[in-house]
């Protein structure tokens, strides 16, 4: 099973959030940015996409370098985050991961994140051991989710899997690398139809374990 990361074991918003505006502050200070913070909404409607277009969402009347200076900042206040603590994983992962890996099934996660995130996420939440690969876009600089889930299934010769993931790029990775998708319609950062093409809906992710069999 190859898993996003952000919506789908990750509860975003628990982490994302509290970054996002101190962010905002730091860029004011240095004379970056000027005006309110955007809302909210605009960065959670944003979820699953690469860091460079969602930032062409939020604040897109910037200089481009604004754009990877809030790059740095929110994947230090992230970190920060982290490490005392911040954030939450969805409510059964740990135990249904650790199902699934008793039965014998690879885990991987393949987010378009940057991987200090990715990798961070997934190790202060002490969930490294139960994952055979962590792929992201930050790491292998690739332009979408099709290209990353293909280096993945490369790499570890994976030649059937299951995507599962909350967006419509992972509904696409899946597809176009023939893989069952399993759509995760519980973050309610997803539009209507985003998850349209996707093999099975979970409204809980401890369902996933169910429905393997």
Known sequence: MI?????????????????????????????????ETPPESLILGSLGMLLEHIWQRVMPDVDPAVHRRADSLLLDYQLEGLRQGDGRMYDSVADTLSRLRSQGVRLFVASNGLEPYVKGVVEHKGLAPLFEGLYSAGEFQTRSKVDLVRMLMDTYDVRSAWMVGDRSSD???????????????????RKEGELEGAHAILSHFEELAALIK
């Not at 509904?171 to 950062?189: P, R, S």
């Open 3 to 35: 898993f996003d990361l952000d919506g789908t074991l990750f509860q975003t918003e628990t982490l994302l959030l509290p970054a996002y505006h101190a962010m905002f502050d730091t860029l004011r200070a240095e004379g970056l940015y000027k005006g």
């Open 171 to 189: 509904v696409e990775a899946g597809l176009k690398n023939g893989l069952t998708v399993i759509g995760c319609d519980y973050a309610g950062f």
